[in-house]
């Protein structure tokens, strides 16, 4: 008996970034946006599919002073903060045949629609690794998900986010 072939599946390469792409990217991430400054919040990775960050843990984050517990609002923010660098690099993965500069000229439209965090465990770590990605890209909404975790590697929130790209 013979078996039949089953076609397999067409893999579709992704893209890897330009360093002008990463480097520019990081500089609007990492350096204008003050807020994230403020949060500390530095990128660690930049995949068209996945990007992740990192923020270490300082006094001036600090939301329950008697457990030395990381505030709420900065991991909301820093996770709300990640859903959008990931549909930046979704969409910048989508227009590859336009050179760096002009993709990066894309992110100025881009906004929070919805977020919805999930508060799973207390944040006590000495720094937090964030990760995100993107669900769907459409042309005018952006769905995602976002992970929070401490530096043990233990899943401390977790979110969903959309935003608008048009």
């Known amino acids: 008996m013979t078996q039949a072939s089953t076609p397999h599946p067409k893999i579709i390469p992704i893209p890897e970034f330009e360093d002008e792409f990463v480097v520019g990217l990081k500089k609007i991430f990492e350096e204008k946006i003050v807020f994230n400054q403020i949060l500390g919040l530095k990128i660690t990775s930049l995949k068209p599919e996945r990007v992740t960050g990192r923020i270490n843990m300082r006094h001036e984050l600090i939301g329950h002073p008697a457990y030395n517990r990381l505030h709420g609002g900065v991991i909301s923010a820093a996770l709300d903060a990640m859903g959008g660098l990931a549909v930046l690099a979704a969409i910048g993965a989508r227009h590859m045949n336009e050179t760096p500069e002009q993709r990066l000229q ?58 608008i790209v048009s």
């Open 106 to 163: 894309r992110f100025s439209r881009l906004g929070t629609i919805d977020l919805r965090v999930d508060y799973l465990r207390p944040g006590i770590s000495d720094h937090f690794e964030l990760r995100a990605e993107v669900l769907r890209l459409g042309s005018r909404v952006a769905s995602t998900r976002m992970e929070f975790l401490g530096a043990d590697g233990k899943l401390m929130s977790t979110a969903a986010a959309a935003y």
